[in-house]
């Protein structure tokens, strides 16, 4: 296979810029000089097998994970000094695979839970209308939700808080495709309103329909970024290595 990681020129006033990104879990190497733009509005899809390094990009840029060299920049400000807290204060908002909602509170207790961090943050009646499974929900603990809600109580909270960034780790993972469905209408209806989203997700139909570019991942690199209008002509590469 051929790559051409320089095939896309550089965004001129990124959002966010990542240049030779390089994390350690321990000893183990996972990512080898990755390097990516995402511009503001974008919506941007990290492809690639599981255990390639998408995850820890998105660990990486958040700085949870901190054992890491390169350049991280969010709307000009250097990210790999700050502490995890002021990061989420710059309007960075991360989404694990894991949900991370508060599961003995109820949707109401956990959408009123986080700080709002900066100006634009949604307010609880309005994330209901993006989510009406919520609204019904919302005096039912978190442990009483299916994985769906669950996922959409994940991504409302980061929505409570002004977010500028959005951070999403597999968000379809295990779902039904009803709410698959759902998830992608609210996404678009993110986007249309011109939040930034950067997007780790296997399952490539469904990140086709929102996605406006895409980095492709092996061994912890990039090997290839394209826009979404080239993707009929990078089909046979897509099945070659993450066999969509």
């Known amino acids: 296979m051929t790559t051409d990681r320089h095939a896309s020129p550089a ?21 080898h000089g990755v390097s990516l733009d ?6 941007i899809t990290l492809l690639g097998r599981n255990g390639v390094g998408k995850t820890t990009t998105l660990r990486a840029i ?16 250097d990210l790999m000094q700050m502490p995890l807290h002021r990061t989420a204060h710059m309007g960075l908002g991360f989404v694990p695979e894991e949900r991370g909602i508060f599961s003995t509170l109820t949707v109401d207790e956990n959408l009123l839970l986080p700080p709002v961090v900066s100006k634009g943050g949604m307010e609880v009646e309005e994330i209901f209308e993006l989510f009406p499974n919520l609204k019904e929900r919302r005096n039912s603990p978190g442990t009483k939700l299916s994985g769906g809600e669950q996922q959409m109580l994940a991504i409302a909270r980061m929505l409570r808080t002004g977010v500028k960034l959005l951070l999403l780790d597999e968000p ?13 209408e609210v996404l678009s209806t993110l986007k249309k309103r011109g939040m930034t989203i950067l997007l780790v997700e296997q399952n490539f139909r469904f990140a086709s329909r929102i996605a406006d570019r895409f980095y ?19 089909m046979a590469v897509l099945h070659e290595v993450i066999g969509v």
């Open 216 to 234: 492709l991942m092996e061994h912890g690199r990039i090997t290839a970024d394209f826009p979404v209008a080239e993707l009929d002509q990078r």
């Open 62 to 77: 958040m700085g949870i994970l901190r054992k890491r060299t390169g350049q991280i920049e969010f709307a000009g400000r």
């Open 11 to 31: 965004l001129a006033n990124p959002l966010l810029k990542v240049r030779d990104l390089n994390a350690w879990y321990g000893e183990s190497h996972a990512l």
């Open 172 to 184: 379809t993972e295990g779902l039904a495709p009803v709410i698959v469905e759902r998830i992608g």
């Open 38 to 43: 995402v511009g503001e509005g974008e919506t």
